[in-house]
């Protein structure tokens, strides 16, 4: 079998502009452009690694110091999954033909989810904030609508772990997860926070939503756990599992390693881009075969703090540690960078944006190849199990022929 990798670098909501039903799917998200924003505030930004490889060719125009690449393999894709969302981005990334979910604020379900918990022998307190609720089970977790994302698509969990172990936390997560059905349940916190630190964090939107503002909560910031709990995806049909069920190395590296499953693979949970990048970086010296995908969180997290500018520190640093990347990579392997969804810092408000993203594609001496507009971000799912010869995923067509 001949030693090749397939890399996929994922720049969480680097957005390219509206897709060209966000008027109607996201009403508001038409106007969204997440590299404009960017661009726009910092017009002398220079990414010379993402501009060779294509980016402003997926862009679609030139910017003050970043041009078109003659050299470029490059295209950008379409999301398919309902919404603008990083669980199910990457679902869909890895193969999986979206399920629908349901959209329901937690008031909507705070009832069902308390009795259910109750029964479990569980103690529950209803905290309130005016005619809004949730939820603090067992002193020290709460429960709530994820409000960093679509709102009314996820209920997050969180705790301050020094005072609560991950693995109870996760426990009370599985069974609020028992009850709905939403895309995602996701339990989460760290160390060093507490409770305080946690309940301080609160924030309501729209008037019909309350939850902890996650980067307020101070989790991030020590010792973070977490794990996405989805709705109505079969791990049997997505790429890692295809790949390990037929002995081909799998490593996940960042927020993906929470979101996706990988059980006969390597999945470690990072957020700090250098560090996650560098740990990419340190499997491609030592795996000759492989499927690796990493996912750079930060960027997400900028664009949810409407921080156009550390937004553009974030892109500085992972286009030099691309580079690094690129250079241990061999004339066999592949490498796509792209991103799962819109994330527009300067939108207006701290949620995802239904965007085109785009596919930048290293693949030795391969020069000029378009793959035009995805309907799918599953073809790269497609493509990764086309590359190893293994069976299809669910959903996705490869595009390996075009870059021959």
Request: proline share 3%.
């Amino acid at each position: 079998m001949m030693d090749k990798r397939f890399v996929v670098i994922v720049l969480d909501g680097f957005g390219i502009g509206a897709m060209k039903d966000a008027a109607t799917a996201r009403p508001g998200d038409e106007i969204s452009n997440t590299l404009g924003s960017i661009l726009k505030d910092f017009p002398k930004l220079k990414l010379p690694t993402l501009e060779k490889l294509g980016l402003m060719n997926a862009y679609g125009q030139e910017s003050e110091c970043m041009k078109f690449s003659a050299t470029a393999c490059f295209g950008k894709s379409e999301l398919i999954h309902f919404g603008a969302d990083t669980f199910m981005g990457h679902q869909e990334i890895m193969g999986t033909l979206p399920k629908q979910p349901q959209v329901q604020p937690f008031q909507e379900k705070i009832d069902c989810v308390y009795e259910h918990l109750k029964s479990l022998n569980h103690k529950v307190e209803v905290r309130h904030n005016k005619n809004l609720r949730y939820l603090l089970v067992d002193d020290y977790c709460t429960v709530a609508d994820n409000i960093d994302a679509d709102l009314g698509m996820a209920y997050n969990c969180t705790a301050p772990l020094d005072f609560m172990p991950f693995e109870k936390e996760l426990e009370i997560g599985h069974q609020v997860r028992d009850v709905v059905t939403v895309n995602r349940v996701i339990p989460f916190g760290g160390t060093a926070t507490t409770i305080q630190d946690i309940l301080n964090a609160e924030e309501t939107r729209e008037g019909k939503f309350i939850g902890i503002h996650a980067v307020k909560s101070k989790s991030y910031e020590h010792g973070y756990q977490c794990r996405h709990l989805g709705y109505g995806v079969d791990k049997n049909v997505q790429t890692p599992t295809l790949l390990t069920k037929q002995g081909i190395p799998v490593s996940l590296f960042g927020k993906v390693a929470d979101i996706v499953a990988n059980d006969d693979g390597k999945s470690v949970s990072c957020v700090d881009t250098n560090d996650v990048l560098n740990l990419t970086i340190e499997e491609l010296k030592t795996m000759k075969r492989g499927f690796i995908c990493t996912n750079v969180q930060e960027t997400d997290l900028a664009g949810h703090s409407q921080d156009s500018k550390w937004y553009m520190e974030l892109l500085k640093i992972a286009d030099k540690k691309i580079a690094e990347i690129i250079k241990l990579l061999h004339s066999e392997d592949i490498l796509i960078v792209m991103a799962d969804h819109g994330n527009d810092p300067n939108i207006g408000h701290n949620r995802h944006t239904r965007e085109n993203i785009p596919l930048l594609i290293w693949h030795g001496e391969k020069v000029g190849r378009k793959v035009g507009l995805r309907k799918t971000m599953s073809d790269v799912g497609a493509s990764a199990c086309d590359f190893f010869d293994v069976n299809m995923p669910q959903n996705g067509s490869s595009f390996l022929d075009i870059l021959k």
